[in-house]
């Protein structure tokens, strides 16, 4: 065993600046949200149905953004290396504001946040499932709970690579769904977030494909 493989010395959570920076980001998303994506008073012409591609993604990618924040707030404990840190960081914060954004568009809308129909059902038949959901997981790159347990149970290199693998998954099942969004969701302000998350998610795996690199690994 190296010293790299080693449990990481017990550490307390992130500085209060996460939960701060978290907080004061969704309340400012509150007042975004009422301006840019609530109908007027007397028109609900604009409001999405339960049905629609909008309301799916915003249900469907606020739990897949959740998973993310899951892992990246269990490695942050598993290793001492700052890089890894740093990205779990990064994108627990920005998956997390996101997660706040797509919640309160339902809200505003008065949608449910879950569907009868499943996850995915938005998708079906519009060429975007290339991408598929490995057994156990709830859809496409989402970590299945023994892959979670694997990853609370590693530490030190074993558990920067896994995560980095983990989220490199994630994000290609988060790019799939996104990109369908941005063709077919009809609310602008979420065509734009979508086409936001390719972009953004894109640049973190090419990161991550380093990362796993200077490891000696590679995204599976």
């Known amino acids: 065993m190296t010293d790299s493989d080693q449990a990481p010395t017990p550490r307390r959570p992130f500085p209060g600046r996460w939960a701060a920076a978290v907080a004061a980001a969704l309340v400012a998303l509150g007042l975004i949200l009422w301006l840019v994506a609530a109908p007027g008073d007397d028109d609900t012409s604009g409001v999405p149905t339960a049905a629609s591609a909008d309301a799916g993604f915003a249900r469907d990618m606020a739990v897949h953004h959740q998973q993310a924040v899951e892992l990246s707030f269990i490695v942050r404990d598993r290793t001492d290396d700052e890089d890894v840190r740093r990205l779990a960081y990064d994108i627990a914060q920005t998956q997390a504001n996101q997660r706040g954004m797509l919640l309160g568009w339902l809200d505003l809308w008065g949608l449910p946040k879950t569907s009868a129909d499943g996850y995915m059902a938005w998708m079906k038949g519009d060429g975007h499932m290339g991408h598929e959901s490995k057994d156990g997981s709830l859809m496409p790159g989402m970590a299945t709970s023994t892959e979670i347990s694997q990853l609370s149970k590693t530490s030190g290199r074993q558990a920067e690579i896994l995560y980095l693998q983990l989220l490199t998954d994630h994000h ?4 799939t769904m996104a990109r369908a969004c941005a063709e077919q969701c009809e609310v602008p302000q979420e065509r734009q977030l979508a086409e936001g998350m390719v ?18 690994s590679a995204p599976r």
């Open 172 to 175: 290609m099942g988060g790019v």
């Open 199 to 216: 972009q953004g998610q894109q640049s973190e795996m090419k990161l991550m494909a380093d990362m796993l690199k200077e490891r000696g």
